[in-house]
């Protein structure tokens, strides 16, 4: 339980169905469609150097993952990103393959420098990039959430993005009015590393759940500056949570991967918004 | 039920097994190929500038679709489109994404007029096409299928092919020896727009059905000019019936979108002719 | 049952979780990426010619498939193949497509003079490498494992490479101090050949149990130099023999491919030393 408002951003995002672009690797593709459509959103994977820019003007946001990044797609996010950045409208940034070699690398944290609204990646992806880590082989993690914390925390406070950390208890964190937020998300379970997409859709989902976040001075909440940061803090976690609830419903007659994959389709689609709200989330702000 | 011979068209794809080429976008590719291997076809998605032309010699069908186009995708599909039109073979255009930017748009719009056996799309990019609505946003349709007939009928006057839109209720269009044509399929469920790809895959699957026709003078119901047309128009319209059914079918015991997507599958296999002849399927001739 | 020792090759494939690079055609990538996962691999799809060598450098084991080659594809192949060759690292060539078009066949037969480890594909595509047969339509095999055996131990003695055969009782043959050995191994399912990217995946669960191979020298069978060979062989056996026990229990339960597909990979998961150990494999030396 938490005190943040994780119910209405799922109602948000199932009310708003944002169009979300995804300039995403092949690998996943198909899969993040399905999660996005799952949960509410529309996808569209446009990533053509020559129109990237105008379809971003028409996304509610943008998600850039270079895990098997051509150069079209790296040309494409590079204006998508310019597109969404001059509409103030949310960006992520998933670093996966930071640190398998050095050509993405760079353009990886070239990404991180333009300002993404979060960036998302496993506990060994965030170590890289805030420079405290050697990087993932692929889409696994090898270091642990809690050991990466620190670097997480620092990376939020130079890039002002929001940060998560995906791992067996996910973490979020925020550096806002300057108090680092960090929310510990519990749940989901051990097949879930096992099916390809499941980090990377995260990050589709992270997306959506910020396209839903009502313009800065059209929310119910308005008043100081930090009231946008929260809310899209809160968004990010939701994301999480979301996953984490319906990671965790998922396991509920799987024998292995593939059934688990079937059902975390299904959880996702089903998860209504008190069953977000009851989700396993603690927050901590210091 | 309808006077239209659908169980032979049935019939003939799964004795066919017809080799289809895809030149079609990533985030469908996987699905689209274990439809058409549902159906009774064999897929192929090379789309290498170079080849492309020499395979699609081979192939007894081809689909565009430019969902995620790369350059090497767009010339692929200008030279294999010379190749099947110089034989005389069946092509669909499914023109995904045409509003969505200039660039996509400009080249689907290349596409269509160079004489397509049919298109397929949804509501919303079919009155696109037709120039009578403003193009869909990624693969979801917001125009209703009834309110674009009118368009749907220009459109097959003017580039001569089948058209045919897809949303709640089919609608499949054919200008004939001066008479419109038009088929309404019911079926299908609301889970299948959850899952990506039940559109593009229905271009591919509109395609193998295309490609088992008998080719002209080869027909047992030889006769008129007309009489291939008709042929063609059925089995555009059987491969819309072949989804309705499977897509009604996939719902049992469904309770997402992921449990839908597998079951459909397996209802596409196991769909029978006489089940497609069961369909419901109204024409009307005027 | 057989001499080989395929439970200590499954055994030893668990415990070193080793990183696959896989440069594969689009259409497979997920369902390889999830077959890897479900074997205890860890699938990398790195593709770009810029970084692709470099990363080879981290990987356990490379494999080619030009299935949808991109030019990038193919210049990072080239790259990458040289880094895992200077490494002395497994490397496994899929053919598909070859014999389709001049292009990629070109291309293929490169590839194979290059020296792979292994050459894993369906009866009419090892034909055609072997400058037998006339090469597949796809992913399809049209030739029988039984009449392309002969060329298969051509291919064999003329590359140094093992080669494997897929299709009802698949084959694996190697050219060992002289010998000809070949294993033959029974199991699968008819419904196999109606998934997408069964046979694609195969290649990729080839290259993950060569990886696992310990390095010559290092072997607790330490001894003439055919000691590496035959464990080389033995796991090329063992990644047919674990495909073809789970794709034999994947049948239960299942009406199509749709749910065939999912058990596959829960049985993949599942599938322990013991029961590779009990898989049907005659192996014949001559």
């Known amino acids: 339980m938490t005190d943040l408002d994780l119910s209405s951003a799922h109602a948000r995002l199932r009310a708003s169905n944002p169009l979300i672009q995804c300039i995403t690797n092949t690998v996943v593709q198909q899969f993040s469609a399905n999660v996005l459509l799952a949960v509410g959103a529309s996808p569209a994977m446009l990533d053509h150097d020559a129109d990237a820019a105008q379809f971003a ?3 509610g946001g943008l998600l850039i993952n270079f895990g098997t990044a051509t150069n079209q797609q790296f040309l494409a996010a590079d204006a998508a990103i310019e597109a969404v950045t001059a509409d103030a409208k949310p960006w992520v940034l998933d670093p996966v393959s930071i640190g398998a070699a050095d050509f993405r690398t760079t353009r990886i944290r070239r990404a991180a420098a333009a300002g993404p609204t979060a960036i ?8 890289a990039l805030a420079g405290a880590g050697a990087g993932g082989r692929g889409v696994e993690s090898t270091d642990e959430v809690d050991a990466v914390l620190p670097a997480a925390a620092d990376l939020a406070r130079a890039t002002g993005a ?33 099916v390809i997409g499941t980090g990377c859709s995260l990050g589709a989902v992270t997306t959506a759940y910020l396209a839903a976040v009502p313009p800065a001075g059209t929310s119910s909440q308005a008043g100081p500056a930090g009231v946008g940061a929260l809310e899209r803090f809160t968004a990010v976690v939701a994301a999480h949570a979301h996953f984490a609830v319906a ?3 998922a396991a509920t007659g799987a024998l292995g991967p593939g059934r688990y994959a ?9 998860t209504d918004d008190d069953r977000i709200a009851r989700s396993r989330v603690a927050v901590t702000a210091a």
């Open 57 to 59: 003007h028409l996304a």
């Open 120 to 127: 998302r990646g496993n506990a060994s992806e965030i170590a």
């Open 162 to 194: 929001i940060v998560a950390v995906s791992g067996a208890r996910d973490a979020v964190v925020a550096h806002i009015d300057g108090v680092d937020h960090v929310a510990r998300i519990d749940g989901g379970h051990a097949f879930m590393p096992l």
């Open 247 to 249: 990671g965790e419903a």
């Open 262 to 270: 079937m059902n975390f389709l299904d959880a996702l689609f089903t």
